[in-house]
């Protein structure tokens, strides 16, 4: 399995990925916090349908798979960034194409969230990017006229969002 981690990006990570499936992978990283997650990504099953997952530094992974994401083609979870607690972000695809992002605590529990604005028609809707230390996620929506827009989620799970002129396509 050292060859396999290596051809998937994640270095040079003992344990191999026991517990998931054998399918095509996208996307993985080596995270650089190795408290408590050593990678995390994607991987595309048989049905071409998205599952996020995060492996921890003892080389368990455990797949993420956000509540209300779309079973489809093309559709479902992808996990985006870790921070050194364990916090995982990312964004999800529902069954109509509309992107939710979520955050999954240490604990397991999944909270889904969009910033105010984001679009709800397919393809649009909100992308988490990245969770810091303290628990803020960053990332970007796309709004109802498909305009690009940044946004911070602070760790009080106040939602903000602001307007980049560098954003909009």
Known sequence: MRSANRKLGVGGLSGGYSGLPRFRWKRPRRVREPNRAAGLGYYVDASNVNHGFVRDAKGVVTAIDAPGAGAGAGQGTSAQSVNSAGTVAGYYQDTSGV???FVRATS??????????????ANQGTFAKSVNGPGAITGFYTDASNLERGFVRRCQWHDSHLQCPWCRC
């Open 108 to 121: 397991g529990t999944i909270t889904t969230f969009d910033p105010p604005g984001a679009g709800t028609g």
């Open 99 to 101: 992107c939710h992002g």
